[in-house]
DNA sequence: TGATTTAAACCTGTATGATAGGTTGAGTTA
DNA sequence: TAACTCAACCTATCATACAGGTTTAAATCA
């Protein structure tokens, strides 16, 4: 029984690959054949359609892929370099995937919860003594700008931050931003319910304690300071009705 | 003393916004603003040319750069759709981070480490009888294939991100699957000194350590089995002289 | 001679127009 | 009603053109 308008299966079988995907995967294997660093510069478009056998339409496409996913910067008039490795890829990766409800809050919180229960125990056994000072400051700052919402906005961020750069892992600080963006983006619920002085007087001393216990090197009591930390924000977000 | 050729600060400043990165922004918040799902179809790039004032040239950069983001999917003949999440961006970001040397092995591996210990303590709270029963299969297979490398490395990767897939929780094995596939694109030092038979007996042991923590419901003790399986990927890390 | 200016060469950003080939849905036919 | 055809629409790619940054080296001035 042959059904014309062959199999074709109507959702999705096999994406065909087109010569912008081709140049991408070429360009990629350029700078890792190259070794290229951060801020090495790649060859001209027009070198690149040369070498590649394409319109430089082509070419720009890819390089503007690439540029897209940070992996190159591009500006006029100069050539095209290496980019420095940041958040904002993921970042945008994980809002996207909020806001079209492929995931939802509780879950980013989730593994927000999982990646900086690491970064505390980390940051209390590899901290500089700048760095304790510096947390300790946070809280302070906190602690007299309790009636300031968005200040204290602004220095939750700073704080949450510095405990990753303190891993002296530059991954960490990428993922807790990433994860601390996208939730912030999509997602003040946790932020209004604080809005009595009571409960944010509460978050302060959570920070208080994660700060302390990490100048104080000691990793077990950062987690247990930060789990509770978490617990108060995952109760807000029950509280106020999660998706 | 007046320098011309003006304060041009030779490395980098003000990135001027160019129209694909307007393009970019319009086309995100496009998606937002219309509320847009998995699936949906995006306006043609005429109609959003036309929208925008500029020509193809700039949609069609601004939505390759999307599709690159995997924030939209572009196929010959159809519309544009809003793209399912998944690994792939992530992963080329830390893949590209690594090759580049702006962290390195070790550093990833602490990532995933932090990941992970959660992914087995909330697996083993939440796994449904037939997962446990995949996971103690897979173990069975490791066991079985102990002389096949590629085999064994196959089941390795099925291994952990079935455990992040009883999570519940579709961002962890997201976040797993990145941090493997960077790791095992540009490091496979680990699994070169599992030469020998012991050694990959070993791991093999320690993966049947997590699985039976998880199938009895036991976190700390899933945690305590996944730390060990850690370490001993960690002093392989140093006996190979880690970068 | 050495610092400065200038301009040519090169590059990217954007626009226009054209063509080939994939997709879809409205008719049309068996 | 199921299968087929085709026109309209859409994306993929190319060629060409030009405006406006950047870089480099020649030209010029102190």
């Known amino acids: 029984m042959p059904r014309h308008h062959p199999p074709k299966p109507p959702a999705d079988t096999a994406p065909p690959t087109t010569r912008v ?14 070794g290229l660093k951060v801020g090495d510069k790649l060859p001209s478009e027009a070198a690149f359609a ?25 500006r006029a008039g100069r050539r ?40 505390v125990a980390l940051a209390a056994m590899r901290r500089t ?14 602690r007299s700008s309790v009636d300031d919402l968005a200040g204290m906005t602004e220095q939750d961020i700073a704080f949450h931050t510095a405990i990753a750069d303190a891993t002296r892992n530059p991954l960490f600080p990428v993922l807790v931003t ?43 009591a950062a987690c247990a300071a930060l789990a509770a930390h978490f617990d108060l924000a995952s109760r807000a977000l029950v509280t106020a009705g999660f998706n």
Chains 1, 2 share one sequence.
């Open 80 to 119: 095209a370099q290496v980019c420095a490795f940041d958040a904002s890829v993921i970042a945008l990766s994980l809002t996207h995937a909020l806001r079209t409800e492929q995931i939802n809050a509780q879950q980013m919180w989730d593994a927000r919860r999982a990646v900086e229960m690491r970064t």
């Open 178 to 220: 990433s994860l601390t963006s996208a939730i912030r983006e999509t997602n003040p619920i946790v932020w209004r319910h604080r809005r009595d002085t009571d409960a944010r007087r509460e978050v302060v001393e959570a920070h208080a304690g994660i700060a302390q216990a990490i100048a104080d090197g000691d990793p077990e």
């Open 21 to 34: 995907d081709d140049a991408i995967r070429a360009m990629t294997d350029y700078i890792h054949g190259e």
């Open 129 to 142: 003594d700048a760095e304790a000072a510096g947390l300790l400051g946070l809280v302070a700052q906190m």
């Open 50 to 74: 040369d070498r590649l056998g394409v319109s430089r339409t082509v070419v720009r496409e890819a390089f503007k892929s690439l540029a897209a996913m940070r992996i190159i910067e591009m």
